[in-house]
């Protein structure tokens, strides 16, 4: 069986985790039963991923787009959300886990941005891997957030329009101080975006894995890492000057 090179962990992989809705349909299960066991999944990829020594990892837990579905399947997933924050908030923590998280925060209910505001503050001095749930989240979004930040920045005479730059866009991010994903993980057999991280995916390896989220293991993930490992990094440059840097 092919070894992880120690050597060359992503720093940062971002996985979007579908699939829960098909897990659970072909289960004659409702589609809540399918985030259930998705969350299930969620807690085995953290620790699987702090084994690796990953240093970051985003988990796209919802979208924007995400409203629309029936009430009852978001008020399935705001419930899940809530316990797993409640009940993993011991072993995060003891595991040196570092919770944050991106997206337009504020249209979460007041209970979720309680339980959410106490484990990010509990958790703010932990540096072994640092985790990100994405909520309420699309990378459009983050773009216009980004956006009116820098609007008000300039009309606040803070800032001079012609020194923006990359650097400047990436400070009005979310997450301002996270590099890039090295490795996007997407679940569920879908070869799409699905608006996530848009800024941020510009350079990173894309691994597309058939299995449906609920059904996704530390294997799963070790098998994407490897995949990666294999990937020749090019950056924009040509595969000679990434082998022999000048
Ligand atoms: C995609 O499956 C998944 C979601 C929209 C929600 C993601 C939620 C979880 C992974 C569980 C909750 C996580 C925590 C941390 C509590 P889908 O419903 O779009 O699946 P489908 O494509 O099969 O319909």
Do not use: C
């Not at 720093?11 to 066991?37: F, M, T, Y």
């Not at 059904?215 to 490992?229: N, P, S």
């Amino acid at each position: 069986m092919a070894r992880l090179d120690p050597a060359n962990i992503p720093r940062h992989v971002a996985i979007i985790p579908d699939g829960n809705g098909r897990w659970a349909e072909s289960r004659g299960l409702p589609r809540e039963e399918g985030h259930r066991a998705g969350t299930e999944a969620v807690r085995e990829i953290v620790r699987a991923a702090h084994e690796l020594g990953v240093e970051r990892l985003t988990i796209y837990t919802f979208s924007t787009e995400n409203w629309v579905r029936p009430d009852e399947e978001v008020g399935a997933i705001m419930r899940l959300l809530e316990t797993y924050l409640r009940t993993e908030s011991d072993e995060l923590h003891e595991n040196g886990i570092r919770v944050e998280a991106a997206g337009r925060i504020h249209e979460l209910d007041t209970n979720i941005q309680r339980e959410l505001d106490s484990l990010i503050r509990r958790t703010e001095g932990n540096d072994e891997m640092r985790l990100a749930f994405a909520l309420s989240y699309s990378g459009r979004s983050e773009i216009v957030d980004a956006a009116r930040g820098i609007a008000r920045a300039v009309e606040a005479g803070r800032l001079d329009p012609e020194a923006i730059d990359e650097k400047t866009v990436q400070g009005f991010l979310y997450l301002p101080d996270w590099p890039d994903p090295d490795l996007l993980i997407r679940a569920g057999d879908e070869s799409r975006i699905s608006n996530f991280m848009l800024w941020q995916l510009a350079y990173t390896e894309f691994y597309i894995s058939s299995t449906l989220w609920p059904d996704f293991t530390k294997q799963h993930f070790v098998d994407a890492v490897l995949e990666y490992q294999k990937r020749e990094r090019r950056l924009g440059k040509t595969s000679a000057q990434v082998q022999t840097p000048t």
